[in-house]
């Protein structure tokens, strides 16, 4: 290009920005049958079973690979999409299983299947796959043992296409974890031919995706896009779209402005406000789904400081502003956990017996503290769009009970190191399980063994007992009273408050349909329609 | 010339070593556990001590010190854990991205603050000197993510002439060849027009949103310098002696009063370079400045060592550049 014809090039270009964009029709072609999807940050590798994924590395392993099971869909509701039952499986890689009349293992039969990679899939490769993910330590060997596989002795291959996993004890969870994105299937042979002589290929399956799922990674630029495209030969019936493309877009205000403009067809993760407006203006659908097994919640901490005294933390739950959270924190989206009437149930979350009664706490505070405290409160500086309105509310509810709170704002990095010191005498957090049993959710929060999800601390033998029976009794009666027993202890001990569920939210077009939610809550690039 | 270079980077290397050791204790001094931040949701203690142990973490400071002096001998910067990748590949690929957006920004405000200051100063308290002054009152106070974000609502969101601020380029245009990493000049060389009007509509608002903010200091100090260039003695003698008012103004008073204009531009570019965090968070530019910071947030030293090198070297180069202008503009700044 010489000059002149580069300045007249440039001169052009200067006003190009105001006027019709070009090509406008070659475009919509390929537009009709690509996804642009707007969301916070997107996955920093490509491996979930590797130490240090990030949430949204779940979408990779959810569309990219396959599973021996997956969940029933359930619709939502309102007809926005579809939610999920855990307690019935659908068949994946897996054609079929058969559990042995012992009910000491479960036999699984795999499907005609290939690999991106052209490979079959065979019984060796769900067998490296299961051995890796209870092997590589992290996240995702604590997930397999939550459904009691602990070891890779339990997974066999008994021949090409028959697989095999032996119970070290009887687990409802087994099952159900299998359809999680932790124990999906890898291309082992490529893996390992190009993994530099690590077993398990970490460096490169986190750069790369082996897998048969629906989808294959067209390119990745962290920090900034994905984009993933279709594979033609997934053994399923085709999804609908092409190309999906998904961008990482920091600013919510920019997020939403690109869906209201039209420019994205969906938009993950907005604050609660943002959502509360976009569908109440009605020129996009939100979808929200109450998050299952999660609550937002006020943990007291009952090992240490003011709240060891039971009345403290009653008063507390009596002192809540339930209604104002729900309406200035949440924006309404969510399900609210007050006031509940006629004893608990086997659901979890469920509503506690509580509500804002100020008479009732300051009673109780002058039983136990009649010279008032002082506390504080520690909330995620990540999560503060929430939170912090709720510890503000929180704070002016309890300061005309003589409770006078600080509020402690952590950053990300920190509020996990602060957790664990378990000094902290209020915490306001939320906290959601995959696998959706109120068992699984107590045992996480409440048991003795004292998780970092202890975030009260809390210790009594009592309820350890009867969360073990709900955990691995086959018994429906014996479960339920267990189940019933649990959740009427922590709502007469309060060590927790639990202040609403959450809803996940997602916007997008009116013309995109299929939406699917699943555990891991990022969204099923293979259900998504558009036209 | 050479020389001048050769002994400007010699003295800058005791400067080099002195950001090494400072980021390195820096990011250590910091609170937050990135062991603990990346383990994820459920972590046992064992599994956070694990990733600690990989992380090398469990080793002593100075063992720690040593190993990434090594790394950084062998031109390896680590690994950044929020993306997963080796720092320098993602560092080269954001800098471009940053230094386009910014040498843009700065080429607008310096189109537009220079002339204004020159004329502000030449008819003091007329109305382009009020015109001036507003400029200037307005870009130092408003917050850049409240220009940016007023520019996204006003001509993108309602007037729709703005493309959607949706990073370098529209999600259905491919990359041009990368040859600089500069989209306009890489689109320009594969003689690309469709991408370059593409990428440079993508750029547009941002550039703007910055040249606002850059533009204060530079027309104060044009004014300023300017006005005592104007009162200075070889003025008036070149008024006396009947030289035209062009000449007098153009070759005489603005050349020596583009010193100081220099020195601030510099300044201004660095300081936008790493601090334009804002506009690239609204506009989703996949620059240098939100990289460092998230990874800041998230505990993540090796990108956020990785970004102060960088941007010490950079810095040098940048000083060492202005320096070598001063003698062009200025002959007698040779010499020192």
């Given at each position: 290009?010489?000059?002149?014809?580069?300045?007249?090039?440039?001169?052009?270009?200067?006003?190009?920005?105001?006027?019709?964009?070009?090509?406008?029709?070659?475009?919509?072609?390929?537009?009709?049958?690509?996804?642009?999807?707007?969301?916070?940050?997107?996955?920093n590798s490509?491996d979930m079973?590797g130490i240090g994924a990030s949430?949204?590395v779940?979408?990779?392993?959810?569309?990219?690979?396959?599973?021996?099971?997956?969940?029933?869909?359930?619709?939502?509701?309102?007809?926005?999409?579809?939610?999920?039952?855990?307690?019935?499986?659908?068949?994946?890689?897996?054609?079929?299983?058969?559990?042995?009349?012992?009910?000491?293992?479960?036999?699984?039969?795999?499907?005609?299947?290939?690999?991106?990679?052209?490979?079959?899939?065979?019984?060796?490769?769900?067998?490296?796959?299961?051995?890796?993910?209870?092997?590589?330590g992290g996240f995702a060997?604590?997930?397999?043992?939550?459904?009691?596989?602990?070891?890779?002795?339990?997974?066999?291959?008994?021949?090409?296409?028959?697989?095999?996993?032996?119970?070290?004890?009887?687990?409802?969870?087994?099952?159900?974890?299998?359809?999680?994105?932790?124990?999906?299937?890898?291309?082992?042979?490529?893996?390992?031919?190009?993994?530099?002589?690590?077993?398990?290929?970490k460096?490169?399956?986190k750069?790369?995706?082996?897998?048969?799922?629906?989808?294959?990674?067209?390119?990745?630029?962290?920090?900034?896009?994905?984009?993933?495209?279709?594979?033609?030969?997934?053994?399923?019936?085709?999804?609908?779209?092409?190309?999906?493309?998904?961008?990482?877009?920091?600013?919510?205000?920019?997020?939403?402005?690109?869906?209201?403009?039209?420019?994205?067809?969906?938009?993950?993760?907005?604050?609660?406000?943002?959502?509360?407006?976009?569908?109440?203006?009605?020129?996009?659908?939100?979808?929200?789904?109450?998050?299952?097994?999660?609550?937002?919640?006020?943990?007291?901490?009952?090992?240490?400081?003011?709240?060891?005294?039971?009345?403290?933390?009653?008063?507390?739950?009596?002192?809540?502003?339930?209604?104002?959270?729900?309406?200035?924190?949440?924006?309404?989206?969510?399900?609210?956990?007050?006031?509940?009437?006629?004893?608990?149930?086997?659901?979890?979350?469920?509503?506690?017996?509580?509500?804002?009664?100020?008479?009732?706490?300051?009673?109780?505070?002058?039983?136990?503290?009649?010279?008032?405290?002082?506390?504080?409160?520690?909330?995620?500086?990540?999560?503060?769009?929430?939170?912090?309105?709720?510890?503000?509310?929180?704070?002016?509810?309890?300061?005309?009970?003589?409770?006078?709170?600080?509020?402690?704002?952590?950053?990300?990095?920190?509020?996990?190191?602060?957790?664990?010191?378990?000094?902290?005498?209020?915490?306001?957090?939320?906290?959601?399980?995959?696998?959706?049993?109120?068992?699984?959710?107590?045992?996480?929060?409440?048991?003795?063994?004292?998780?970092?999800?202890?975030?009260?601390?809390?210790?009594?033998?009592?309820?350890?007992?009867?969360?073990?029976?709900?955990?691995?009794?086959?018994?429906?009666?014996?479960?339920?009273?267990?189940?019933?027993?649990?959740?009427?202890?922590?709502?007469?001990?309060?060590?927790?408050?639990?202040?609403?569920?959450?809803?996940?939210?997602?916007?997008?077009?009116?013309?995109?349909?299929?939406?699917?939610?699943?555990?891991?809550?990022?969204?099923?690039?293979?259900?998504?329609?558009?036209? | 010339?050479?020389?001048?270079?050769?002994?400007?980077?010699?003295?800058?290397?005791?400067?080099?070593?002195?950001?090494?050791?400072?980021?390195?204790?820096?990011?250590?001094?910091?609170?937050?556990?990135p062991a603990?931040y990346f383990a994820g949701?459920?972590a046992?203690?064992?599994a956070?001590?694990q990733i600690?142990?990989e992380l090398?973490?469990?080793?002593?400071?100075?063992?720690?010190?040593?190993?990434?002096?090594?790394?950084?001998?062998?031109?390896?910067?680590?690994v950044s854990l929020t993306?997963g990748?080796?720092?320098?590949?993602?560092?080269?690929?954001?800098?471009?991205?940053?230094?386009?957006?910014?040498?843009?920004?700065?080429?607008?405000?310096?189109?537009?603050?220079?002339?204004?200051?020159?004329?502000?100063?030449?008819?003091?308290?007329?109305?382009?000197?009020?015109?001036?002054?507003?400029?200037?009152?307005?870009?130092?106070?408003?917050?850049?993510?409240?220009?940016?974000?007023?520019?996204?609502?006003?001509?993108?969101?309602?007037?729709?002439?703005?493309?959607?601020?949706?990073?370098?380029?529209?999600?259905?245009?491919?990359?041009?060849?990368?040859?600089?990493?500069?989209?306009?000049?890489?689109?320009?060389?594969?003689?690309?027009?469709?991408?370059?009007?593409?990428?440079?509509?993508?750029?547009?608002?941002?550039?703007?949103?910055?040249?606002?903010?850059?533009?204060?200091?530079?027309?104060?100090?044009?004014?300023?310098?300017?006005?005592?260039?104007?009162?200075?003695?070889?003025?008036?003698?070149?008024?006396?002696?009947?030289?035209?008012?062009?000449?007098?103004?153009?070759?005489?008073?603005?050349?020596?009063?583009?010193?100081?204009?220099?020195?601030?531009?510099?300044?201004?570019?660095?300081?936008?370079?790493?601090?334009?965090?804002?506009?690239?968070?609204?506009?989703?530019?996949?620059?240098?400045?939100?990289?460092?910071?998230?990874?800041?947030?998230a505990?993540d030293?090796?990108?956020?060592?990785?970004?102060?090198?960088?941007?010490?070297?950079?810095?040098?180069?940048?000083?060492?550049?202005?320096?070598?202008?001063?003698?062009?503009?200025?002959?007698?700044?040779?010499?020192?």
């Amino acid at each position: 290009m010489d000059r002149r014809a580069f300045l007249a090039a440039s001169a052009g270009t200067l006003a190009a920005p105001f006027l019709a964009p070009g090509k406008a029709e070659a475009q919509s072609a390929a537009r009709a049958e690509t996804l642009l999807l707007v969301q916070e940050y997107g996955p920093n590798s490509m491996d979930m079973q590797g130490i240090g994924a990030s949430q949204p590395v779940n979408g990779v392993a959810l569309n990219c690979y396959d599973r021996l099971v997956s969940y029933k869909k359930v619709p939502l509701p309102d007809g926005g999409g579809n939610t999920f039952t855990l307690h019935e499986l659908e068949p994946e890689l897996a054609e079929g299983w058969q559990e042995a009349s012992d009910g000491m293992s479960v036999t699984f039969k795999l499907r005609e299947a290939k690999f991106h990679s052209g490979r079959p899939v065979t019984a060796k490769d769900v067998k490296w796959s299961l051995d890796r993910a209870v092997s590589i330590g992290g996240f995702a060997t604590t997930q397999m043992n939550a459904g009691s596989m602990e070891k890779p002795e339990q997974f066999v291959a008994l021949d090409d296409k028959t697989f095999r996993i032996d119970f070290i004890r009887r687990d409802k969870l087994l099952m159900p974890n299998l359809g999680v994105t932790i124990p999906y299937v890898i291309d082992s042979t490529t893996a390992i031919a190009n993994s530099g002589g690590d077993p398990w290929a970490k460096e490169w399956l986190k750069n790369n995706v082996a897998g048969s799922g629906a989808f294959k990674v067209e390119s990745w630029k962290p920090g900034n896009e994905t984009i993933y495209v279709r594979n033609e030969e997934w053994w399923n019936s085709r999804p609908k779209l092409r190309r999906i493309i998904t961008r990482d877009i920091a600013s919510p205000s920019t997020r939403r402005a690109l869906l209201e403009r039209g420019d994205a067809d969906v938009s993950a993760l907005l604050p609660p406000k943002d959502f509360a407006d976009l569908a109440a203006a009605g020129k996009v659908k939100v979808v929200g789904v109450p998050v299952p097994n999660g609550i937002w919640y006020c943990a007291m901490n009952s090992a240490t400081g003011p709240f060891t005294d039971v009345r403290l933390r009653q008063a507390v739950a009596w002192a809540m502003p339930y209604d104002k959270i729900m309406q200035v924190a949440l924006f309404g989206r969510g399900v609210t956990m007050a006031g509940a009437q006629g004893g608990p149930t086997t659901a979890w979350p469920q509503p506690f017996p509580y509500n804002t009664n100020l008479e009732k706490a300051k009673e109780l505070v002058q039983q136990a503290a009649p010279g008032g405290i002082t506390t504080s409160v520690l909330f995620d500086a990540g999560q503060a769009t929430v939170a912090e309105p709720i510890a503000v509310l929180v704070k002016e509810a309890l300061a005309p009970l003589g409770i006078n709170v600080e509020l402690n704002k952590v950053p990300g990095a920190n509020f996990r190191g602060e957790l664990a010191k378990k000094n902290s005498p209020m915490v306001i957090n939320r906290f959601a399980g995959w696998l959706d049993w109120p068992d699984y959710y107590f045992f996480w929060n409440f048991h003795g063994s004292n998780s970092i999800f202890n975030v009260a601390s809390y210790q009594n033998q009592e309820m350890d007992k009867l969360i073990d029976g709900a955990r691995f009794t086959g018994d429906k009666a014996a479960y339920d009273a267990a189940v019933k027993g649990f959740v009427a202890m922590a709502q007469d001990q309060v060590p927790v408050v639990p202040l609403a569920q959450p809803l996940h939210d997602m916007a997008m077009q009116k013309s995109i349909g299929g939406y699917q939610f699943w555990p891991c809550r990022e969204p099923d690039f293979r259900a998504f329609t558009k036209g | 010339m050479l020389r001048t270079i050769a002994s400007r980077l010699g003295t800058a290397l005791p400067s080099l070593a002195g950001v090494v050791v400072v980021t390195f204790l820096l990011t250590r001094v910091l609170p937050g556990d990135p062991a603990a931040y990346f383990a994820g949701p459920v972590a046992s203690p064992e599994a956070i001590a694990q990733i600690r142990a990989e992380l090398g973490l469990d080793q002593p400071l100075l063992a720690q010190f040593a190993r990434y002096l090594g790394d950084l001998a062998r031109g390896d910067l680590g690994v950044s854990l929020t993306t997963g990748q080796p720092v320098l590949a993602d560092i080269a690929a954001r800098l471009p991205a940053s230094i386009e957006l910014t040498l843009l920004g700065l080429l607008l405000a310096v189109c537009t603050a220079v002339p204004l200051g020159v004329l502000a100063a030449l008819r003091q308290g007329s109305w382009i000197d009020h015109l001036c002054r507003l400029v200037t009152t307005a870009g130092v106070s408003l917050p850049v993510f409240f220009t940016g974000l007023l520019a996204v609502y006003v001509f993108y969101f309602l007037l729709g002439w703005s493309p959607a601020p949706l990073g370098r380029l529209d999600s259905f245009m491919s990359e041009p060849a990368r040859v600089t990493g500069f989209f306009l000049v890489d689109s320009a060389l594969a003689g690309d027009g469709e991408t370059f009007r593409a990428a440079l509509a993508q750029l547009l608002l941002p550039a703007i949103t910055l040249a606002v903010f850059a533009l204060a200091p530079l027309a104060r100090i044009t004014r300023a310098s300017m006005l005592a260039a104007l009162s200075a003695d070889f003025v008036r003698t070149a008024r006396a002696s009947g030289l035209n008012g062009r000449t007098v103004v153009l070759r005489y008073a603005f050349r020596n009063a583009m010193l100081p204009v220099l020195t601030t531009l510099g300044m201004v570019f660095s300081f936008l370079l790493g601090a334009n965090v804002l506009v690239e968070k609204v506009f989703a530019w996949p620059g240098i400045g939100s990289y460092a910071v998230e990874a800041l947030i998230a505990s993540d030293f090796a990108p956020v060592q990785g970004f102060v090198l960088i941007m010490a070297i950079l810095y040098i180069l940048l000083n060492l550049f202005i320096d070598l202008l001063y003698g062009l503009v200025d002959p007698r700044m040779k010499e020192g």
